[in-house]
């Protein structure tokens, strides 16, 4: 359009020279024209300028008719190939998919003239607004052939509306649909956003996600929040919710045993709020602990043997020997040590035990605690005043 100004603005300067020119020695020129009946008199300068004038019009007429044409051709149409859209409109596809929020209100006057995606831009301007009647309005005008960009334009809207029915819905409904062949080059783009938006959806409603997806469609930094969630609101639970959880370890054990560690330990103290799982908290936890050490697993894993109805002190032994060869120097394994060493009553080497690690806080406490055998209401102000600390997580010892 620019352009087009350009060029007639061009030509009419060199008109307006020429004619300068011309009329100098001869005249501004006079027009008659008989024609019809009709008679046409004026100066040809008027001529000249009503002709240019007409002429752009009528040009500027044709662009837009041929504009329109081309939208409504571009509605209609459907796309075998990406290759197919105008690069402009690729980008906006790839644009739309990010789901970047940033400049939303220019890059949606950018495409107020595409066929294509016109909708879903008037749509995502109204989101951003917060209007998501006016968001879901502008969808129903879509072209069939940006159905997916549609659907997932809607689940955002549907997770802001908090409506959690209709986007699970739509969110299975785009995980199980087959993509659209003009879409498969952005095939990595679309799977990254639809994998984001269950990640909302899992965050928002865990439990509700937890029967939804029939697949792990989370990143880890999703993951992580989805565990989190559910161990927040475990108490809220049904029966059902529980056993769609236990279920799903079950099926994914080795899914979850290639997961990042934090995540893994997210899993154990799921697995510590279910019954019945003893045996899948020690596998777990003993894995984590050939992994790494870490002192939050070997508290639950110790508590766990310690809680078994005929408990294997000398099996729980030989695995802290293992620990301490493998992890020298953690004074929470001598004091599991002292611990097993006076049940089984050898009481000599759990002495021995207490001269290791003196500035350690678990130590200081057995030193203390040994020292006041025998004087149980002092022991039970000892344990009140350790069990208040925020670090100390309670065994039943």
């Avoid at 009481?347 to 006041?372: C, G, V």
């Avoid at 022991?379 to 208040?388: G, I």
């Amino acid at each position: 359009m620019k352009q087009i100004i350009q060029l007639y603005l061009f030509i009419a300067l060199i008109i307006f020279a020429l004619f300068s020119v011309f009329s100098y020695h001869m005249g501004a020129g006079y027009v008659y024209v008989l024609w019809g009946g009709i008679q046409f008199q004026s100066y040809l300068g008027i001529l000249l300028v009503l002709s240019v004038l007409l002429s752009f019009l009528t040009h500027l007429s044709w662009y837009g008719f041929k504009s329109y044409l081309n939208s409504e051709k571009r509605k209609l149409k459907y796309i075998h190939h990406f290759s197919q859209l105008h690069p402009y409109e690729q980008l906006g596809v790839i644009w739309i998919l990010q789901d970047n929020d940033a400049d939303q209100e220019f890059v949606s006057g950018i495409f107020v003239h595409s066929g294509l995606l016109q909708q879903i831009f008037q749509s995502k301007h109204a989101f951003l607004k917060q209007d998501y009647v006016a968001a879901l309005t502008a969808l129903e005008g879509c072209p069939t052939a940006t159905f997916e960009l549609s659907e997932i334009q809607r689940v955002e809207i549907y997770l802001a509306q908090q409506n959690a029915e209709l986007a699970l819905s739509h969110l299975q409904f785009l995980s199980s649909h087959l993509l659209s062949p003009w879409l498969l080059p952005v095939e990595a783009a679309f799977k990254k956003r639809l994998d984001i938006l269950w990640g909302n959806f899992a965050v928002s409603y865990p439990w509700l996600y937890l029967g939804g997806s029939t697949e792990n469609n989370l990143s880890d930094e999703a993951m992580e929040k989805w565990l989190t969630q559910l161990l927040e609101q475990y108490d809220q639970a049904s029966i059902e919710d529980i056993h769609r959880l236990k279920n799903s370890y079950i099926e994914n054990e080795k899914n979850i045993k290639n997961l990042a560690y934090a995540l893994q330990v997210l899993w154990l103290k799921l697995l510590l709020r279910i019954k019945n799982m003893d045996q899948a908290i020690t596998i777990l936890a003993t894995h984590l602990l050939d992994l790494k050490f870490d002192q939050d697993v070997f508290y639950i894993w110790f508590q766990q043997q310690l809680l078994q109805k005929d408990t294997q002190y000398e099996e729980i032994e030989l695995y802290i020997e293992k620990l301490d060869e493998k992890y020298p120097g953690l004074p929470v394994l001598s004091f599991a040590q002292w611990y097993i060493y006076t049940e089984t009553e050898r009481f000599n080497e759990a002495d021995e035990l207490l001269t290791r690690f003196p500035n350690n806080i678990f130590m200081s406490y057995l030193r203390i605690k040994s020292s006041l055998k025998g004087q149980d209401d002092l022991l039970d102000e000892l344990k009140l005043v350790f069990e208040n600390d925020a670090k100390f997580v309670q065994f039943k010892i």
